[in-house]
């Protein structure tokens, strides 16, 4: 089943918050929330996690990786949860602390609070605020929910350096927001690799070998049952798709990127219904996006190519 609606979506497993950017909640012994999603969310997150978890507490938020949309709620949460403990990756952890990745995801929520009224939210004075992390985790880490419900910890890097996926083998569940493709209305699915195109996809290979019941996505959708696997199924063959259309347009347009982003731009964005990425952000995205391909489109024709031919750069010099 493709869910798209706030609830549980498996037994004891609950997507919170609006579906734009979802966090999770697995209940057990030492409940565990996935993600933080944005600040002007905090209050949403924390009212859905009550009418869950009752008089009781979340004892872990394992996040992801280190984007605004996905630790935004983090000071609030632990303002209204003070026992919950916070974990992500040492390189997560080492972004937390810059002053400027600070600022940056400040500015960042501080502008996505202008969506609060299409998500039907009052934003009123949630604003991001810089928090500790508890304990960093990597590959193999394992936590407790339960006596018999363990999370385990997996470093997923390519949409991001610092990016951890999460699985819980008893139930199935598997959470990797962005390190698989990200579904829209349509059925697209946008491949993230914002950092390293070949990482990217060596960890959705990797993800596609786990067997899945329940799939927690960072946007949109979650899945469970045949859906879930034929979304992870899915990611890799539009994974390869979005490289060879990026390929077909660096060649046409002789590496020119502005044009290059127009023409995917055109494919993925324009006139798409539904929830999808404010322009801005798109564009930021498919930058580093398209660039994680140019790199090795540009590595290939330098391999194949005598030293006469052109060369192919952000500008058409």
Known sequence: MVVDQIGEIASGVHMLGHRAVPIYLVDGDRPALFDAGMAFLGPVYARQIRDV?????????????SHFDHCGAVAYLKTQFPQMKVVCSKK??????????ISLIADLNRFAAGMAVDFGVDPGNTNFEPFGVDETAGEGDCFEISPDLTVQTMETPGHTWDFLSYTIPQQKLLVASESLGTPDETGYIVTDCLVDYDVHYQSMQRLCTFDVETLCLGHIYSCTGSDARRHMAESLVQSRRF???VERFLDAENGYIPAVMKRVKAVEWDGKPGLRQPEPAYLLNLEARINTVLRKWQSTREHCETKNQPRFSYDRT
Do not use: I, K, S, Y
Not at 53 to 65: E, G, S
Not at 92 to 101: G, I, K, L, S, T
């Open 53 to 65: 978890l009752h008089d009781r507490q979340p004892a872990w938020c394992f996040l992801t990786h």
């Open 92 to 101: 997560a952890a080492n972004v937390f602390e810059r002053p400027n990745a």
């Open 243 to 245: 490289r060879q259309m």
